[in-house]
């Protein structure tokens, strides 16, 4: 990391510069991207002790260690403008006054040998007082451009030496004008107390363990008439207190929350109290993207780009297979072959995890890319297994299966009495390519449309070869091929197009859940785009009972039967569903559009969801994809559906039939990062 010296930090900070850089001695690491109204700190932070000091030393590391406040830097790491202490504590205490920073005695233990050399404590002193300088400058410059000013004075706390129930959260109050600050007090103690963390209760409370008395906030309090110091004090839950080792998934869950509340309580203050003209949540965040967010996803992209589930997943030997079927009369279990693999799974899977995502700054964004890793990971598993036995049990890993509701909400809908008359103009191949092609004429989409003989679906997208591919002889009613358009179009080439447009090509990778999105929004287009039929509905219905019965039965002639004479499907059609879910062995991706479109519907009544359109999204990732495209680090949509904001109306009884379809949210499969995220009804 770049040094600087102080005079050079000051006149950068004067000067408005977005910088990153440790002081010339090492002291301290101060990080500007962005000038809010809000700076943290994390003064106990460091554990550097300068060799000099170690002789005159009476304490071990490990003793220093556990009075010091570790992580707390990762904590604050994601905010703009933040300055974290490198040394420790027991070298000079920036939360004490400078007569008293340098410890005799700490939590009842004598420190030092003898005195320390009038040398070595000067420098110790010259390095508070270095820190303060700087933080003055800061504050300066803050209160000058937004005319107050926010510090979060972070901190931890060790709490088994104290009796009784202590606070999760506990804010130092007696120092602050509390009539003066009562709503920010209030509004903090709130977001506070709306963490989740892991198998842990957690509280919020004012001066119930420590009452903010240090000196960083009577420093700032003597000095700066508008800005607000809140002394925050977070309990060790998150590493064993004793060791200073951390709980990976307690910390990385407190780092996403914790984020959240800094920049909410931020946004609160620079809309009460400041003259800052935006002061949405976003505001309060950098809007220049991350190099580490850019290393990673490169890499990432590098090793997962032809991971292409459907090229591998299809059988080589459709068609013969199919003739062979068709002419036992169904007494005969189709032996499909599948393209080898191309990847080495192991060398796949040790690239992925030696990606350094830990260097992602950004808790959210962090999260984001680890579920993404984990995600590619089940799915080279389920790859690996195609054609054997166990590709059912990685198939169920990385899809689930059909729940309760999933079942109820299918057999529902397939004892629906009919009410609609067929659509008796049909469409034939080279009449449905046409209209591809003119309906991504007129929606600005630079794409192909192209036959393939060997798709099990009417139609795919290609998101390589930037292609439509349509089934060899395929026929459809007018209807039916229309909802065909605005589902494979209208969704499918709509986000791959605007995948391809992002810096950052995760979303063309596919996020968690990407499949459960990218099919519940075709089928929430299809609805909207008036195209919707309960034939269809019917349909989706049948995949899910298909699932079923695969994974109760696993004969492939048994769920051919189950089709054609329990559900009355002609026989091209009940085998050609026998064998998507039939196909490597067990694929129980069909029960996702029923579902899918559920949720996409929920989400789509409680608020906005265009940005989920942005590429290969998950629904649990759209608040922090919201996020990102505030702060410009995606690119918003540039394709969505047209009837996405003036969707057409349909009959009542298709509309009561679609609000009908419900899930069971109690089963989702929601990454860390969102648990406490509930949007979803």
């Not at 309990?235 to 709980?247: A, M, T």
């Not at 349909?539 to 039965?553: D, F, G, P, S, T």
Request: proline share 4%; charged share 25%; glycine share 4%.
């Amino acid at each position: 990391m770049q040094k600087r010296s102080e005079a050079n930090i000051i006149a950068a900070i004067e000067s408005g510069e977005l910088f990153e850089c440790q002081t010339d001695d090492g002291a301290f690491i101060i990080k500007v991207e962005a000038y809010v109204p809000t700076i943290c700190t994390a003064i106990h932070a460091g554990h550097q002790f300068r060799t000099a000091l170690q002789k005159y030393c009476l304490l071990t590391e490990e003793e220093r260690l556990y009075e010091e406040d570790p992580y707390t830097n990762q904590l604050i790491a994601a905010m703009p403008i933040t300055v974290v202490a490198m040394d420790s504590r027991y070298e000079y205490d920036l939360n004490r006054p400078l007569a008293t920073c340098i410890y005799k005695t700490a939590w009842g233990k004598r420190v030092w040998q003898k005195a320390l050399p009038a040398k070595e404590r000067q420098l110790s002193v010259s390095k508070h007082q270095q820190f303060y300088r700087i933080l003055d400058a800061l504050l300066v410059r803050i209160e000058k451009q937004f005319k107050s000013a926010l510090v979060f004075d972070v901190h931890s706390y060790n709490h088994l030496r104290i009796e009784g129930d202590t606070p999760t959260f506990n804010l130092g109050t007696e120092q602050l004008d509390q009539d003066r600050w009562s709503a920010m007090l209030e509004y903090t103690q709130k977001c506070l107390q709306r963490v989740e963390l892991p198998n842990l209760p957690v509280t919020a409370a004012n001066n119930q363990v420590f009452y903010g008395r240090g000196y960083l906030a009577a420093h700032v309090n003597s000095r700066y008439e508008n800005t607000l110091v809140l002394p925050l004090e977070i309990k060790k839950v998150y590493i064993d207190e004793l060791s200073g080792n951390p709980y990976p998934i307690i910390l990385n869950s407190l780092s996403q929350q914790f984020k959240d509340c800094l920049v909410d309580i931020s946004a609160f203050f620079a809309r009460r109290y400041t003259s800052k003209k935006r002061s949405k949540s976003s505001d309060m965040l950098a809007d220049k993207m991350d190099s580490a967010i850019l290393k990673v996803d490169s890499r990432l992209y590098h090793i997962a780009k032809g991971l292409d589930t459907l090229q591998y997943i299809n059988p080589i030997n459709l068609q013969s297979e199919k003739k062979r079927f068709l002419k036992a009369a169904g007494n005969y279990d189709p032996q499909f072959r599948y393209k080898p693999l191309q990847i080495d799974p192991y060398l796949f899977r040790e690239q992925l995890y030696r990606l350094p995502v830990d260097t992602i700054r950004d808790p959210g964004i962090q999260a984001l890319y680890r579920d993404v890793i984990d995600n590619l990971s089940s799915k080279i598993d389920m790859l690996v297994s195609i054609g054997r036995r166990e590709f059912v049990y990685t198939s169920l890993k990385y899809y689930g299966e059909p729940s309760y509701a999933d079942q109820k909400n299918a057999n529902y809908l397939l004892h629906c009495a009919e009410y609609e008359t067929d659509d008796t103009d049909y469409l034939d191949q080279q009449t449905l390519e046409n209209r591809f092609i003119e309906a991504a004429n007129k929606w600005n989409m630079p794409c192909k449309v192209e036959i393939s003989n060997r798709l099990v679906a009417s139609a795919m997208v290609s998101n390589s070869r930037k292609a439509v591919l349509l089934a060899k002889g395929i026929s459809l009613p007018e209807k039916e091929a229309e909802a065909l358009i605005n589902h494979e179009l209208g969704v499918h080439m709509a986000t791959s197009l605007n995948a391809a447009a992002q810096r950052l090509k995760v979303f063309t990778l596919g996020l968690p859940g990407n499949t459960l999105a990218q099919e519940g929004l075709a089928i929430l287009n299809e609805y909207q785009s008036g195209n919707m039929t309960l034939k269809r509905l019917k349909n989706l219905a049948l995949r899910v009972m298909a699932v079923k019965e695969m994974l109760k039965m696993g004969s492939f002639r048994h769920t051919f039967s189950y089709l054609h004479e329990e559900h009355g499907m002609t026989v091209d059609d009940a085998f050609k569903l026998s064998v998507r879910v039939h196909r490597g062995g067990g694929f129980t991706k069909d029960y996702l559009y029923l579902n899918g479109v559920s949720q996409a519907l929920s989400l789509y009544e409680q608020g906005d969801i265009a940005n989920l359109y942005v590429g290969k999204t998950g629904f649990a990732y759209l608040p922090i994809i919201n996020e990102m495209i505030d702060r410009q680090l995606v690119k918003a949509p540039i394709h969505s559906p047209v009837w996405l904001t003036a969707p057409k109306a349909s009959s009542p009884v298709l509309d009561y039939l679609m609000h009908c379809i419900r899930y069971d949210h109690t089963l989702d499969k929601t990454p860390l990062m969102n648990r406490s995220w509930q949007s979803v009804a």
